[in-house]
């Protein structure tokens, strides 16, 4: 069969796939939930959850530097990549490989469902991915009517040295809006915006988030802030660490993260 991914690339199926690579953590964790993880057969060093079910699968190294040779052994019937997550580089050289990549393009939470909801079909498991796909859907709305006040102004950090914000179309900035933000990087060019500290802290936010992920900011990444005592987020202790799967994990986590961070903004 004939399909299309994300980017409309065509993609020729033999049938639903039995042997699936994904390079995607969130992907992987998501195929489990939907009852296909019977079928992956390798997957990253990022990919962490679900823990227990991913003991003993082969590791095929980063998302940015896959093992593509490793990869074209375990002769995969399809091996799932995201356009934020991975190069373009690794896609082309597994097709050229004769591997068929099916990509996602998640750059907000809409996207979210419709995506897995193609993929889902793709896989045969649109029954078992159904609910969840609702729920999520159900989520959204509720997100989308919730009575708010004026939105947060705010600063959400993935790095340091340099340090880089979330930007536009991106799923994260997507759904830091839908939870009342309003996302001060907007302000500056590129999807993930890169600046000097003062000049992110001269936006004057009143909410900063320090996620887990990518960059593994801990307590101590608080202490570049402290002589920015004019800005309102450090001037009121709004400096706030935050789980970093919620924030860029898009699938599985997008519910409670609706939730989560609807919560924090009002907080």
Not at 35 to 64: F, H, Q, S
Request: include cysteine.
């Amino acid at each position: 069969m004939i399909i299309l991914d994300a980017l409309e690339r065509r993609l020729a199926l033999a049938g639903s796939p039995q042997r699936i690579v994904s390079l995607v953590p969130s992907l992987t964790e998501w195929l489990f939930t939907v009852g296909a993880g019977a079928r992956v057969v390798g997957v990253t060093d990022y990919c962490i959850e679900p823990a227990a079910a991913l003991v003993g699968l082969p590791r095929l190294r980063g998302t940015k530097n896959p093992d593509r040779s490793a990869i074209v052994a375990l002769s995969p019937d399809l091996v799932l990549a995201d356009q934020e997550e991975n190069r373009e580089c690794d896609v082309l050289a597994l097709a050229a490989a004769g591997i068929n990549v099916y990509v996602t393009a998640m750059r907000s939470v809409a996207d979210v469902p419709a995506q897995l909801a193609a993929l889902a079909t793709v896989l045969g498991v649109g029954a078992q991915a159904a609910p969840g796909l609702e729920a999520l859907r159900t989520a959204i709305r509720a997100a989308e009517q919730h009575p708010r006040r004026r939105p947060r102004k705010m600063l959400a950090f993935i790095w340091r040295d340099p340090w880089m914000a979330v930007g536009a179309e991106t799923y994260a900035g997507d759904l830091l809006r839908l939870c009342g933000a309003e996302n001060l990087a907007l302000q500056l060019p590129g999807r993930y915006p890169r600046a000097a500290l003062a000049a992110f802290l001269a936006l004057q936010p009143e909410v900063i988030l320090l996620p887990s992920e990518p960059y593994p900011f801990t307590e101590r990444d608080r202490e570049p802030f402290a002589p920015f005592g004019d800005v309102p987020a450090v001037r009121n202790g709004r400096i706030m660490r935050c789980d970093g799967m919620a924030l860029t994990w898009p699938g599985a986590r997008t519910v409670e993260a609706l939730q989560s961070f609807t919560a924090l903004m009002e907080h």
